[in-house]
């Protein structure tokens, strides 16, 4: 595997899901989990925290198997598809730095709010992990597009999915230490407090992502098939 194919695949996922964790509406949703599992037992914590991040880490990797095949149909552009995903990306981060990123902020699956008040089903675990929340929306938009531009490229739908989905473990993984340690509870209510700061941050790396995906685009040698 390429360096550039582990960054891509790997490197760049967990950090963006790890960034999207700690946005504002992400922190919120994370501490609606923890308060509805605060007083199960530590055998259903365990197994409710688990369908969380694995729910939510296959349910974004198909949305990534779904970008690669559309960006597929699209080998003939495969450069161009950079550059044009790294204008997309340059303008997200513009909006959020602008304060504009309610419009491009939309939760994907079932409100977590609307489902807090059920109990007593490990099923609920899949039904907050199809939760993402819409303020992760432009990182995900950002890794969607990624995936479809090297579905141009030839990448397979593993590659989609795996990508997709790592970003889907870390942007819920910090919530294993969440629920099982007070002290990780309490850096998550320190980070809320902090939440205001960063969608201007996401915005910061949007742009630089965009940076380089224009450079890979104008410069990278990408063979045709």
């Given amino acids: ?18 960034f999207g964790f700690i946005e504002p509406c992400s922190i919120g949703s994370s501490l609606l989990f923890i308060k509805y599992l605060e007083d199960e037992g530590a055998a259903e914590k365990i197994r409710q925290t688990a369908l969380f991040a694995a729910t939510r880490a296959v349910f ?8 690669v095949v559309v960006g597929s149909g699209f080998v003939a552009f495969q450069q161009a598809a950079w550059v044009v995903l790294g204008v997309l990306y340059a303008l997200l981060g513009i909006l959020l730095i602008a304060g504009r990123g309610e419009a491009i902020m939309v939760a994907v699956g079932p409100s977590i709010r609307k489902l807090a008040g059920l109990r007593g089903s490990a099923g609920l675990g899949v039904l907050f992990g199809l939760n993402i929340p819409a303020c992760a929306a432009p990182l995900l938009a950002a890794l969607l597009a990624a995936a479809a531009a090297t579905g141009a490229s030839g990448a397979t739908v593993t590659a989609g999915f795996t990508a997709l989905a790592v970003f889907g473990f870390f942007l819920s993984a910090p919530l294993v230490a969440a629920v099982f340690s007070a002290r990780a509870r309490r850096l998550l209510d320190w980070l809320a407090r902090q939440a205001t700061r960063f969608p201007k941050w996401s915005g910061v790396i949007l742009i630089a992502l965009g940076a380089w995906s224009i450079g890979f685009g104008l410069y990278a040698e990408v063979p045709l098939p």
Avoid: H, R, Y
């Fill in 60 to 67: 974004i990797g198909l949305l990534g198997i779904a970008a």
């Fill in 1 to 18: 595997m390429s360096e550039f194919g582990l960054f891509q695949l790997f490197v760049l996922p967990a950090g963006l899901g790890l």
